[in-house]
């Protein structure tokens, strides 16, 4: 018989922020505010490949990729992010910090200013990461989750 995979997914009301918030500091966990914060003049390909290199990798994780198509965020990669929409920089944000390696993932309101698809399908991306055993921690009021 095989193993059931406990699902790592933790979703806190965003009442919870401070208790969620921390755990932020500890080796290994990548954090997302919000809003994300971007280097505005920096085009987001760049700053994705910055982040995962100050990550001690080379190049940007697969999950960058799957975020991508997701979010359906190809159209971002070149740009620069300051004049981004709020959704815009919500999935820029996302895909930067899924190309990082984590032990664990913290994300404060990650759908917001995501339309109603790219809401669902983000909240079951990070279901399905969970589901995998990657540790996420989400802080939000959004019913998708």
Known sequence: MLPTLRPMLQVHPMSDLDAVLVRADAPGVVLLPSPPVLEGKVPLEQQIVAAAIAGGIDEPTELADFAINVL???TLLPREPWPFS???LQAAGLVLVLGQPFRELI???????????????LADFLRDLGCEGNRITVATNDDAF
């Open 86 to 88: 709020r959704g815009e």
């Open 72 to 74: 359906e965020a190809e």
């Open 107 to 121: 994300l404060i309101d990650p759908t917001a200013g995501l339309d109603a698809r790219r809401r669902k399908a």
